[in-house]
């Protein structure tokens, strides 16, 4: 809807309602009579101007007006006095409309108030919580003051108040889920029409609650950065970072638990990846480090990507650690292929660095970092090429409080996939899946997509359908598909994720649990690590 | 089936911009327009919309008012409510007084529409129908 078209009778109305409400304001200070009549229409003026605002989309003046009007409801219920100031301010409030309006008039798309009279509105309003963003606002004050102090248009609020309101989204939802199942189903007619209604709200509701924790990468973007040069510097060594994808906005509180693995990983390139000036030049590199943090944003996943132009991982020497160490045989580690080889980096202890150091320590992080990335609902993967760099990439969930999920039962228990890994989901004839090698099944219907059973997968039986056909869901994983035979589907519900918590946060399979509307427990499968990682042989 | 609508709103900018997004959808046609909650009942009698988007607070009489005397007139009528934010315990005492839904302002196209065709439905497939 272009709204510019109604500007200019927006404003020849918005001018008769400012007129009106001033000449009311008069009455009301000069004591005049019909006070409560008064009152009444000076109210209506400013509702419909309101209304008029809200409806251009200017969103200062809409606040202005609707603090106006608080404020006029709170006089109204006091005494005289009370009240008397309240006009006082609202005065001031109604100068402020008119040079907000002549803005609007001469082209400003969206004025807001910049001088104190909102706030001096607003501090008549007691008991908030919400701090605004240039100062507190003071309990005193009178109203005729008009403090010099500028107000931007959007408040501060505490993140424990934001978790809070998330949590009791989180909880509207579940009561909701659980109202629906203690209902009979709805067919039509009102009670239907009702939690129809209910459930268009709540999902509303909680794309705003989503959508306001949100901040941009960037915000992190300096510290990251500093971080990486400080370090290089100490260790006298010259690097440049560039950071790209800064603008994408993330779950604050993810954001917050990605801060520490990404400092790892910086001072784990600067220190180990990127070579001592002379080891470049001799390589026939440029002299100067170059460290990449990438952020892009692939469907509902995040994937932050470092990469640097460093020395690499020699694979030889991670396997002969690796051994050392007593995680694996020497015959064991020669089967490995090149990713799990340098997958073995992320094993406590393994590491290609002999002498400790005091930042990064030797081998110890590394684990941690794969381990905070999983309990993030995400996976860790290294890509290194020696002698021309090393790339950690990251991939998880933008959010992690509330998924959209499919419910599917296994023969141990009912489990939560994430609804976006799911690419389809197909009945597949039993009949007609061949066995192949590595527990893994091959279907004539899709003959390049390995199938796992789930049961299978998490060793709890074979595929526990013997005839007729079973449930294939189709997962789509770092551009390879694959299948997942399950016992049968439950269907698609919103489930509000916690995580596992220690020692179950380190099971690769699983990356939280959800409560289900009947009050039971499901783990959340991560499809990117349930499933063997090489595709089983053809 | 263009449905006929009676829009309620005592200033003359919403009532254009709610006339023109409607007249704008091809399915609705303003049979009237009224600024206050009297009007509105006088209006309604002598129209008789499918359906009327209700302001809230109007002078003379508001809209919760009007609701209450269109529906004693007609309880089938479909009254929708279009109301500013600060007015959420009007807007229930206009649902219980029988309004079928509300919109907020600001409004947008698709909410309206939405909202429009969903209070709608129901009356399509009664004997009243649509007058058109």
């Known amino acids: ?538 | 089936m263009t449905k006929n609508v009676l829009i309620v709103d005592d200033t003359r900018f919403i009532r254009t911009m709610l006339r023109d997004l409607l007249q704008s959808s091809g399915r609705y046609r303003i049979a009237a327009e009224a600024t206050n909650g009297r009007e509105a009942v006088d209006q309604y009698k002598s129209v008789a919309p499918d359906l009327v988007l209700m302001d809230i607070v109007m002078p003379e009489m508001d809209g919760i008012q009007a609701t209450v005397e269109i529906l004693r007139e007609d309880p089938s009528a479909t009254i929708v409510m279009c109301s500013a934010m600060g007015q959420e315990a009007l807007v229930v005492e206009a649902i219980h007084a029988g309004a079928k839904d509300f919109i907020l302002k600001p409004f947008t196209e698709e909410r309206i529409l939405t909202v429009l065709r969903k209070v709608l439905i129901p009356q399509a497939a009664s004997p009243k129908g649509s007058s058109n």
């Not at chain 1, 998924?403 to 389809?424: A, M």
């Open chain 1, 1 to 538: 809807m272009d709204r510019r078209k109604y500007l200019e009778l927006f404003l020849n109305e918005s001018r008769e309602h400012l007129e009106g409400a001033g000449k009311q304001i008069e009455i009301l200070i000069s004591g005049g009579t019909g006070k409560n009549a008064t009152l009444k229409e000076f109210y209506r003026n400013l509702h419909s101007l309101k209304g008029m605002c809200a409806a251009m989309e200017f969103r200062g003046l809409t606040e202005l007006l609707h603090a106006m009007e608080e404020l006029l409801e709170w006089g109204r219920a006091g005494n005289s006095s009370r009240l008397l100031k309240t006009v006082g301010t609202l005065e001031t409030g109604l100068e402020e409309v008119g040079a907000l309006l002549g803005l609007v008039e001469n082209g400003d798309p969206d004025p807001s108030s910049r001088t104190g009279v909102l706030k001096n509105l607003r501090s008549r309003k007691k008991s908030r919580k919400i701090d605004h963003e240039s100062r507190r606002p003071r309990n005193s004050g009178g109203p005729s003051e008009k403090p010099e102090v500028s107000f931007p248009s959007s408040i501060r609020v505490q993140m424990e108040s934001l978790d809070r309101l998330l949590e009791s989204t989180a909880e509207v939802v579940i009561h909701r889920l659980r109202l629906q199942r203690s209902l009979p189903p709805a067919s039509g007619g009102p009670p239907g029409n009702h939690q129809e209604n209910l459930r268009q709200s709540i999902d509303r509701l909680r794309a705003e609650v989503m959508e306001i924790r949100l901040v941009p990468f960037g915000s992190i973007a300096g510290r990251l950065r500093d971080a990486a040069l400080d370090l290089a510097k100490r260790r006298e060594k010259r690097i440049e970072m560039e950071i790209l994808g800064t603008e994408i906005s993330i779950d604050r509180s993810t954001l917050e638990r990605l801060l520490d693995p990404l400092f790892h990983l910086i001072r784990n390139c600067v220190d180990h990846g990127i070579e001592p000036r002379q080891e470049r030049l001799r390589a026939g590199k440029k002299s100067v480090g170059r460290l990449l943090l990438l952020v892009t944003r692939i469907g509902s996943e995040l994937r932050v990507e470092l990469r640097d132009d460093g020395r690499g991982i020699d694979p030889a020497l991670l396997k002969d650690r690796a051994v050392e160490g007593g995680w694996l045989t020497p015959q064991a580690a020669d089967r490995l292929g090149k990713e799990e080889i340098l997958r073995l980096v992320t094993l406590p202890g393994v590491s290609t660095h002999r002498e400790p150091d005091e930042v990064s320590g030797r081998g110890v992080g590394m684990d941690v970092v794969a381990t905070r990335i999983r309990a993030l609902g995400g996976t860790l993967d290294i890509d290194s090429w020696p002698g021309r760099g090393t790339a950690f990439r990251m991939q998880f969930p933008l959010t992690l409080a509330i998924l959209d999920s499919l419910l599917v039962q296994g023969k141990s228990g009912t489990y939560v996939f994430p609804l976006h890994q799911i690419e389809s989901i197909q009945e597949v004839p039993v009949g007609e899946l061949e066995r192949g090698r590595n527990r893994c099944l091959r279907w004539k219907g899709a003959p390049n997509v390995d199938l796992y059973s789930l049961d299978e997968i998490l060793g709890v039986g074979e595929n526990p359908h013997r005839k007729g056909t079973c449930p294939v869901l189709f997962l789509r994983t770092d551009g390879s598909r694959r299948g997942l035979l399950v016992g049968s589907i439950l269907g698609r519900r919103d489930l509000v994720l916690r995580p596992l918590g220690s020692p179950l946060e380190t099971m690769r399979e699983f990356s939280g649990a959800a409560i289900l509307d009947d009050g039971g427990i499901a783990l959340l499968l991560n499809a990117r690590t349930l499933l063997p990682e090489t595709p089983g042989p053809h």
